[in-house]
DNA sequence: ATGAAAGCGCTAACAC
DNA sequence: GTGTTAGCGCTTTCAT
């Protein structure tokens, strides 16, 4: 076992200094007032052995380690990352530190790790939950530890959240697609029956099309799994279907941008052009949609400010603040890229275009 | 500020359970034998209590944390999350918690956090650099503070690494196009005063058309940061006066991916095809590779690959073990997707396509 | 094999 | 104002 070189204590300060400990963790913590010389004197033996205080010691009296744990189902998603670094600026800003847990949407890791967190080291915890299951956050919400959730709707509205609209949002585009004249606006997604924000989105679809008059198709409200594992040869039979059903619809709106980008692929392979024949309106405005062709029209989600209001929120209650509003909702609005347009003038000639290339 | 309900101590399980303190902390730590009974009533104790040893507690006394640092530019861009993902499952398995702090490229910052890292919690750090300054990692080397440098070439041998031949590796891409008949290999990248990374990238560039026997043309080894700002108004404004200069290369070589979208994106705003009139290769093999039209043939690194080595390699150190190697070089390789081709017959009648569309 | 006791570095209550 | 001292919960000698 490796071996640290031992750093000076707050009695080496003291000796130096020539004063007590205490009056060295007065100085130190700007928590009492000590005379003028004193104080220079102690802080002159700080410097000079390069004192810095044993957090890990300080935290067995305090209780309190300012650090707080984030538990997320996949750093690697952009989405995820992008709202982390707002927590991130955040607990800096407010001298916390932050510690990263990955649970790759599995529950059961989710409470594994939210328990070697929890026992171990953290003020508070930030939740990014994989699923509709909450039974373990209100277990540690009533050991009385502090907890936010994000981007997920808990049923208990004791429990702090931070998230978005979603209902709402998928509504938005629905509306933005129907002020450029769209009347068959379709619906990809992924399956939905543990997940509350993309159960809402579908929701948002359909209140969406209710709200302008347009009766619901289940045709063109396309439920399937290949459009979460982003499959495109998946993707691309769905299109080939509606194409020979003579059902395509002017417009798609989409669970996720990956999945509007891989409906534009295959859209594309399939001979049609987007935006000139079909529409189509992502969700999240990722890094991808700059990337896409044509770039892609998407709700945005207020990432950096979710995760900074969510650490706010958090380190508030973790420093006992009053606060007034503990269930945050985020605005969301659409960033217009190139993937809309006007819906073409003879929809006969549209669904006549042919199936050109092979996928 | 907010109080933690009182956990239950070794004390209550010694209690509990009729035995001393250090009794029940060699059973839970499994570390000196104890009589079978007194053994089960122990755990019973344990058990009933829900007792977890205070991890704050044992590191003020152990001096460890099983905690370890990493420091990263940038948490949300991609290549770094891929990697953070690889030190995750290793941290995890060999039973260690990470700490992530991120720098955005600013120096200052980095040894900032690193200071608040090492003189509080970590038992180790894993250092992605933005730039090529060391001196901070030498210090806390120097203080024998387990150190991994990531996916940068520290000049000195002492300080463990794991990183990719960047010149190798550049050096393949060009071989890789040679190897489809290319004989006029443009290059992108933006400049690299202080990034070994990036130097060593426009190096294997250079060794790899020497190998080639193809003489470097400085008008198409272009270095500007308008591409490390992705900005696409002045990549196509580069793509522009090569083409007014009638010096279009058949292919081209990028820093990275994101560098080479915006290039084919650029070329094909200026008329060309990608990739019958121009091929291109990315760097990275990052997710957008999938998403951008065509999708883009790039030279893969390790991503996962290098955390887990990193992660390894640091765990080791800090345990104590053997290391024989502590400078780790993994290998790349070619990902074959659509952005590459045979060059145009004639040459001529490429660099006379119409630059046809406003950008 | 077990337990008593020292002490890791710090904060905070209390005495001066 | 300043110093003395009692723990925080744990590991680790050192007796027994």
Redesign the interface.
């Known amino acids: 076992?490796?071996?640290?070189?031992k750093r000076p204590s707050i009695r080496d300060v003291a000796r130096e200094a020539g004063v007590s400990i205490s009056t060295v963790s007065s100085v130190v913590n700007k928590t009492k007032f000590v005379k003028e010389d004193r104080q220079k004197r102690v802080l002159k033996a700080v410097k000079k052995l390069n004192y810095?205080p044993?957090?890990?010691?300080r935290?067995?009296r305090t209780?309190?380690?300012r650090t707080v744990g984030v538990i997320v189902p996949?750093?690697?998603?952009?989405f995820f990352?992008?709202v982390?670094?707002g927590m991130?600026e955040v607990a800096r800003k407010r001298r916390y530190?932050?510690?990263?847990?990955?649970t790759f949407y599995d529950v059961a890791e989710e409470e594994r790790q939210m328990n070697?967190l929890v026992?171990?080291?953290i003020d508070g915890l930030l939740f990014f939950c994989g699923y509709d299951n909450y039974s373990h956050i209100k277990k540690i919400y009533n050991?009385?530890?502090?907890v936010v959730v994000i981007d997920r709707e808990v049923s208990d509205p004791k429990i702090p959240s931070v998230l978005i609209d979603n209902t709402g949002a998928m509504e938005q585009a629905v509306d933005y697609l129907c002020s450029y004249g769209h009347r068959e606006i379709g619906y990809v997604t992924f399956t939905f029956e543990n997940q509350a924000t993309v159960r809402n989105r579908y929701a948002g679809y359909c209140s969406g099309l209710k709200k302008n008059n347009i009766p619901h198709n289940p045709d063109i409200a396309i439920i399937d799994d290949a459009i979460r594992l982003n499959e495109l040869r998946g993707t691309y039979n769905i299109i080939k279907e509606l194409h020979e059903k003579r059902k395509m619809p002017t417009a798609f709106t989409a669970i996720a941008d990956?999945s509007a980008?891989g409906l534009i692929?295959a859209l594309?392979e399939a001979g049609y052009r987007v935006p000139q024949d079909v529409s189509v309106v992502g969700f999240n405005n990722e890094?991808?949609c700059e990337?896409?062709?044509p770039p892609l029209t998407t709700v945005k989600q207020p990432k950096k400010l979710m995760g900074a209001a969510a650490m706010n929120l958090l380190l508030d209650?973790?420093?006992?603040k009053k606060v007034k509003n503990k269930n945050i909702v985020l605005p969301t609005n659409i960033i217009e890229r190139g993937s809309v347009a006007a819906p073409p003038k003879n929809t006969k000639q549209l669904s006549q275009r042919g199936f050109g290339n092979e996928f």
């Open positions: 076992m490796w071996k640290k070189l810095k044993n957090i890990i010691a935290g067995l209780r309190s380690t996949d750093i690697a998603q952009p990352s992008q982390i670094r991130e530190t932050l510690i990263l847990s990955c070697v026992d171990q080291f050991q009385n530890i502090p990956a980008i692929k594309k890094i991808v990337f896409s062709d209650i973790v420093e006992g």
